[in-house]
């Protein structure tokens, strides 16, 4: 059973940053995207950021400029690096390979 662990969410303030993390228990492969996504309830699950290949990214408008998605091979992670963080930022973050999906990590950006 392949599984995806997210790290590295909490209580920001507003302005604030966190960095997430996302590892797997088989080696994520460049050759696929790694994406990440945000579920806000009532809402639907919002794809943020993917990552492919030597470091082709692409961002979602709506987090472009204050979002970015890395990656490091050697360590089999995936992260998320979210800066100047709004309270509309709040939600649980998943992270996506190929079919696979993580449990999510709650990100609350509240004063």
């Known amino acids: 059973q392949v599984q995806l662990v997210e790290s590295g969410g909490g209580l920001v303030q507003p302005g604030g940053s966190l960095r997430l993390s996302c590892t797997g228990s088989i080696s994520i492969s460049s050759n696929y995207a790694v994406a990440w996504h945000r579920q806000v309830p009532g809402k639907q699950r919002e794809f943020l950021a993917s990552?492919?290949?030597?470091?082709?990214?692409n961002i979602a408008d709506s987090v472009k400029g204050r979002f970015t998605i890395s990656r490091d091979n050697a360590k089999n992670m995936v992260y998320l690096q979210m800066n100047s963080l709004k309270p509309e930022d709040t939600g649980v973050y998943y992270c996506q390979y190929r079919n696979f999906w993580g449990q999510g990590t709650q990100v609350t950006v509240s004063s």
């Open positions: 990552i492919i290949g030597v470091g082709f990214t």
